[in-house]
């Protein structure tokens, strides 16, 4: 299972912090991606991580403004969102693929998903 927290309103410019964190074993194949699905839009990639220790991916919209943690000694990963922008308003959701990811972006990858989170940046 996966527990989300963090989200909620801002204003254009602020930050926020989401965590994601699993409750169950893991081990060095594990991948956590985070998406999210803007108001009318299909639910798209913006990042992940893995328990290899690799650097964490992000998509060009992102980067540069969110930062991914190394998933921690308890299994948390944070999304840090800076600068924040009106168009980042969106759902998020982290997800966690217990195999080898090879297309991260792909849902079909991830076997278990957090519940949702609701980020609402005003201009």
């Known amino acids: 299972q996966l527990a989300e927290s963090g989200g909620g309103l801002v204003q254009a410019g602020d930050s926020l912090q989401l965590s994601c964190t699993t409750s169950?074993?893991?081990?060095?194949?594990?991948?956590m991606g985070w998406f999210r699905r803007a108001p009318g839009k299909e639910r798209e990639f913006i990042g992940g991580?893995?328990?290899?220790?690799?650097?964490?991916d992000y998509i060009d919209s992102v980067k540069g403004r969110f930062t991914i943690s190394l998933p921690g000694p308890n299994n948390t990963v944070v999304l840090q969102m800076n600068s924040l922008k009106p168009e980042d308003t969106a759902i998020y959701f982290c997800?966690?693929?217990?195999?080898?990811?090879?297309?991260?972006?792909?849902?079909?990858?991830?076997?278990?998903w957090g519940q949702g989170t609701q980020v609402a940046v005003s201009p």
């Open positions: 997800a966690l693929s217990d195999g080898i990811v090879t297309e991260r972006h792909r849902e079909i990858e991830y076997d278990t």
């Open positions: 991580v893995g328990w290899s220790g690799g650097a964490p």
């Open positions: 169950g074993p893991t081990y060095i194949t594990y991948y």
